[in-house]
């Protein structure tokens, strides 16, 4: 927190120092002092109209130099007294909103188009999403933490695991990311020692983070209804968010996690449990093959706290990090992570209750 107060030489004024005011008068001081201080400015003894019978006692007394306004540059001017009340602030959105629903729109429209269209191409959509975002997440990591994770082997190996999930599913997705590790400590090897450890954690876990997860979104879509699996999955998320940011938006009074992110209240939190809910029991029972409206409810339960979870978690990162956004890629939204924070957890979550539901398809 920036206060230009802090450090300030104490009884520092608007000359300098104190040293004005608290220098003894007398010969002995100006004799041993004259270099030291300033003289204050003489300011003219002019009436001002309208002054009270108070200050013209003052100035009768010998106050000859009356100054008006503060003194000292800390000294901060009170409002009159029938001065009219500072109007309320009206709240206001964060971001750009409109920059925000332009662009959420069209990746909503790139997304649907190539989920219904062309499996092969919605998993082709992911697997960029995922460079993308360990590009984003390795250059935060090295430019606030001077932490170098590999991201040769991370892209190439998160690209793979994305499509050994859609082909092979689970088993595939955890040979993938075993292989990954290996091919992040073996690339690692190549620089100097120092520093090998704390790289290849940050490696592994941003393999974990970003690709592995993203691979039960490429498993939902291996089912018969992947496609309304996955719309499911990502239409629930957004209901949740949405959710929490208009109730809380307008009722959020009590902070949920002050320390991490203080933007978000308890009363968001209801209002995402409770819009997903409900959104999850027109989606189970309407869009998944054999699904009912009770298992949508607790679909949307989960999936409500899965994505505030993933958020806070996200939120936890930027915060060590010290930054507000972890790209400037889409302009209202930040980077690729910083939209993927709620959908990467949300994911195995909706996979495996959707397989404990409906079966796997």
């Known amino acids: 927190m920036n206060d230009s107060s802090w450090g300030a030489p104490q009884g520092a004024g608007y000359w300098g120092t104190s040293e004005i005011a608290a220098a003894p008068a007398g010969p002995a001081h100006d004799a041993h002092g004259a270099q030291q201080t300033r003289p204050m400015p003489i300011v003219p003894d002019t009436p001002d109209a309208g002054r009270d019978d108070a200050d013209d006692h003052d100035r009768r007394d010998g106050d000859a130099t009356h ?132 790289d290849v954690t940050a490696g592994v876990f941003a393999a974990f983070y970003v690709p592995f997860l993203a691979t039960f979104v490429a498993m ?43 933007g978000k209240t308890r009363e968001g939190l209801f209002g995402a449990i409770a819009f997903a809910m409900v959104g999850g029991a027109l989606c189970v029972q309407f869009l998944i093959d054999d699904g009912s409206w009770w298992q949508g409810l607790l679909l949307g339960l989960a999936v409500a706290a899965s994505a505030t979870l993933g958020d806070l978690g996200e939120s936890m990162i930027k915060r060590d990090l010290g930054i507000k956004d972890m790209g400037t890629l889409l302009p209202g939204h930040g980077g690729i992570m910083d939209r993927l924070d709620s959908l990467l957890p949300t994911a195995p979550v909706v996979w495996l209750l959707l397989v404990l539901f409906v079966g796997s398809g």
Do not use: C, N
């Open 67 to 198: 100054i008006s306004g503060p003194l000292f540059r800390d000294e901060v001017p009170q409002a009159p007294a029938h001065a009219p009340p500072p109007a309320p602030q009206k709240k206001r959105a964060g971001r750009d909103l409109r920059a925000a629903i332009g662009v959420g729109v069209g990746l909503g429209a790139v997304v649907v188009a190539s989920l219904f269209v062309v499996k092969a191409v919605f998993v082709g959509v992911v697997a960029v999403a995922v460079v993308v975002g360990l590009w984003e997440l390795t250059s935060r990591l090295a430019e606030r933490k001077s932490i170098k994770a590999p991201l040769v082997p991370l892209a190439v190996g998160g690209a793979a695991m994305v499509v050994a999930g859609y082909v092979w599913g689970a088993d595939g997705a955890w040979i993938a990311m075993a292989l990954t590790s290996l091919a992040v400590l073996v690339w690692r090897m190549t620089e100097k020692p120092e520093g090998y450890l704390r």
């Open 220 to 262: 939902m879509l291996a089912a018969d209804d992947g496609p309304w699996r996955v719309l499911t999955f990502l239409l629930l998320t957004v209901i949740s968010d949405t959710g929490a940011y208009a109730v809380g938006w307008r009722f959020g009074k009590h902070k949920l996690a002050p320390r991490i992110s203080p």
